[in-house]
């Protein structure tokens, strides 16, 4: 998480699972975006939890420090807009104190959620 922006940060969680995240800050500054989960498509199975996005995607931990760019992991513009951007509390971190009700969790409506904390409406 302290590298240059635009590489991949896998790192291990209770010993077994793999997560995906990538970093956004300049190096020495550790910031990075946690990836989830991913809809099922071609080549994707089921990945509602960041340990089993990793595990379907095949994602170890020798993908930590690589760049984002082909022929690794890399992101595409598909030009999609999401109609709308629900914010959450986090999950999964409890140990954060007060940190664990930021709502820095940011989520699309799609059954495949880890888990849907949706905002009252």
């Known amino acids: 998480m302290f590298g240059p922006a635009g590489h991949v940060y896998v790192f291990l969680i209770y010993g ?10 300049p190096a020495g500054i550790p910031q990075a975006v946690l990836i989830r989960a991913l809809e099922p498509g071609p080549g994707v199975g089921r990945s509602s939890g960041p340990g089993l996005l990793c595990r379907s995607l095949a994602i170890d931990r020798s993908e930590n420090g ?3 760019r082909p022929p690794g992991i890399y992101l595409i513009d598909d030009g999609f807009r999401p109609p709308e951007v629900f914010m ?34």
């Open 88 to 121: 959450t509390p986090r999950i999964g971190v409890d140990y954060a104190g007060a940190w664990k009700e930021k709502p820095w969790r940011f989520c699309l409506d799609s059954p495949y959620l880890s888990r849907r904390l949706w905002p009252s409406a």
């Open 66 to 68: 690589a760049p984002l």
């Open 16 to 25: 077994v699972w793999c997560c995906l995240n990538f970093v956004t800050r």
